[in-house]
């Protein structure tokens, strides 16, 4: 990245000529000012020209790791303090004319945005154009917002689509030298009606189905959560804008957000048009429907934690009320995942338990590490199956304002560990695609104590992280790996099976549909019931 522009200075007087010793002696301050703070100078900003009009003084700058604003207002500053005190002359006014950011890579960037004038889009570089910029506009945080959506842009295009950084960290060793089955359990699930599809990407859970959910996930609550001293809590699942502004979602993920629009009245005379409309015809066309609403002011439960993050924004917080640890499976989570639908795997609506956990920096990566221990624990002894984790960070990464890029692995620092299950169905233990992520494990830093304002009463930083455990993936898998015979399953299911009787399956004359769905269901009930 790399900035230009013409800072143009007003004084107040006019420059003569016993003042051009002096005006030499801050040209070469201006110069001194712009490399300040960078190891390497090159990385700094310099003046590549100057000139004196009447009371301009008008400089043409160029920099590299330094913004073009912050370029100017110390062009400015440093002026004000040499001239000011060698020839008591003040800075009255300044403008950033002409100024323009050249990207490495090809860009898009909307003309819409504010302050941006035009852009030149080339094969490896792209020029922004921006308007002519005053004081004011000069110190407002959205030129900030701009040229970092500019650099994180440049960032982005350097590794052209790859938003993640994969690295296996562990792996379970081989328990299955011959899997104990090869079946996929979403067929069988939904063959022996244990599910029905609802519509695409939702299913509605008969009651064995449920049950079956229930276990694995009662058991990690009771395994895993509760012995580590998480507590419950119930969290919203509509969120309004806002929220996915703060959490950053809106930006990166809206491509697979569901949103909520609410009606444009209550008063239900109103909607007698299109009521009658849907009496007579019997069609509820999306539509018509649609103009009776508002426009989507909520996004649906993306990733169940944002609540957490809001709940204590704008306190402030002291030792004695930290770690806070909290967890929440109150309610479904919504994802529009399009063409990657499959089972109940990767679904629309989903459960999942959201752990969360809030304190300081030491306090947040023990908690994490405690929880990673105890996942282990759960993955290995209690559902005795194959996993690995692996550690994955975005590219790059957001912290205190500034955009980085991430080189190399250190746990201690902002990411995630995906747990990752095998499903023999889908292939050998080497392919990528027979490993279905279940469940992640994630500090965050500031990440969100920064944006939604999470204070510590002695200023102390705060950081969050958050862990989600997704019901039907951990079942899907387990099953897969185990099986539906309880005789190969591990003494705390089977316990769980022996002390919770499972409610009866759906069976009517015509569901089961298939002959083939109802002989599974027979298997099932042998299993199941002995
Ligand atoms: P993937 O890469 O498989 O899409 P993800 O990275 O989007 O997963 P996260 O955002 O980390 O998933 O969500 C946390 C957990 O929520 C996942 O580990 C998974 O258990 C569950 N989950 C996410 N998306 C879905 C989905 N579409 N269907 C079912 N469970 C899901
Ligand atoms: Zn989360
Ligand atoms: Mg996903």
Not at 111 to 116: A, E, G, H, I, S
Not at 264 to 271: G, L
Not at 301 to 306: H, K, L, M, R, V
Not at 342 to 347: D, I, K, N, P, T
């Given at each position: 990245m790399r900035f230009k522009g013409v800072v143009r200075i007003e004084l107040s007087r006019s420059l003569n000529q016993d003042d051009s010793k002096a005006l030499e002696e801050a040209i070469r301050e201006v110069s001194l000012s712009l490399v300040k703070g960078f190891r390497d100078p090159e990385d700094g900003g310099r003046v590549l020209s100057w000139r004196s009009e009447d009371r301009f003084l008008v400089l043409e700058v160029e920099s590299r790791r330094l913004r073009i604003d912050e370029a100017a207002m110390r062009v400015r500053n440093s002026l004000e303090a040499s001239l000011g005190s060698s020839r008591r002359i003040g800075v009255r006014d300044i403008e950033l004319e002409s100024a323009l950011v050249e990207i490495d890579g090809e860009i898009r960037v909307s003309?819409?945005?504010?302050?941006?004038k035009s852009i030149e889009a080339g094969d490896k570089q792209t020029t922004i154009h921006l308007k002519t910029l005053g004081e004011k506009d000069l110190k407002k945080p959205i030129l900030l917002r701009l040229l970092r959506l500019l650099s994180e842009k440049e960032l982005k295009a350097g590794w052209r689509g790859k938003t993640e950084h994969w690295q296996l960290v562990k792996e379970s060793k081989?328990?299955?030298?011959?899997?104990?089955t090869m079946e996929d359990p979403n067929k069988i699930l939904e063959e022996a009606g244990l599910v029905k599809r609802f519509s695409i990407g939702q299913w509605l859970y008969t009651p064995l189905a449920t049950y079956l959910m229930n276990m694995v996930r009662e058991i990690f609550i009771r395994e895993v959560v509760i012995p580590l001293g998480f507590t419950e809590a119930v969290f919203p699942k509509m969120y309004p804008l806002e929220i996915g502004l703060k959490t950053g979602h809106l930006r990166g993920t809206i491509n697979s957000m569901v949103f909520a629009s609410l009606p444009?009245?209550?008063?239900?005379?109103?909607?007698e048009e299109l009521t009658d409309y849907m009496y007579v015809t019997n069609e509820a066309p999306p539509e018509e429907v649609g103009n009776y609403l508002r426009y989507p002011e909520y996004f649906l439960?993306?990733?169940?934690?944002?609540p957490f993050y809001w709940f204590f924004g704008g306190e402030l917080i002291d030792d004695a009320s930290i770690p806070v640890k909290w967890f929440d499976r109150s309610g479904p989570s919504f994802r529009w995942e399009s063409g990657g639908i499959?089972?109940?795997?990767?679904?629309i609506e989903f459960h999942r338990v959201e752990i969360v956990w809030l304190g300081r920096p030491e306090q947040v990566i023990q908690i994490r590490n405690e929880l990673l221990s105890e996942y282990e624990k759960f993955m290995d002894r209690v559902l005795d199956i194959e996993w690995r984790e692996a550690w994955v960070t975005p590219w790059y990464y957001e912290q205190s304002g500034a955009v980085e890029r991430v080189e190399e692995f250190n746990i201690d620092r902002p990411g995630t560990i995906d747990f990752e299950l095998w499903l023999p169905y889908r292939g050998p233990r080497e392919d990528r695609k027979a490993w279905l992520e279940v469940g992640n494990l994630s500090i965050h830093g500031t990440k969100f104590t920064e944006p939604f304002r999470i204070k510590h009463n002695r200023g102390e930083t705060l950081w969050t992280g958050c862990s989600g455990f997704g019901s039907q993936r951990w079942l899907t898998a387990f099953l897969a790996q185990r099986g539906f015979n309880p005789d190969n399953w591990p003494p705390k299911l089977r316990d769980y099976l022996n002390r919770n009787p499972p409610p009866e399956p759906v069976a009517t004359v015509t569901y089961p549909k298939t002959r083939t769905g109802r002989e599974e269901l027979e298997k099932l009930v042998k299993f199941l019931w002995r």
């Open positions: 003309t819409k945005l504010p302050f941006v081989i328990k299955f030298t011959t899997p104990i444009k009245t209550y008063n239900i005379e109103e909607f439960c993306y990733a169940q934690c944002e499959y089972g109940l795997e990767r679904v």
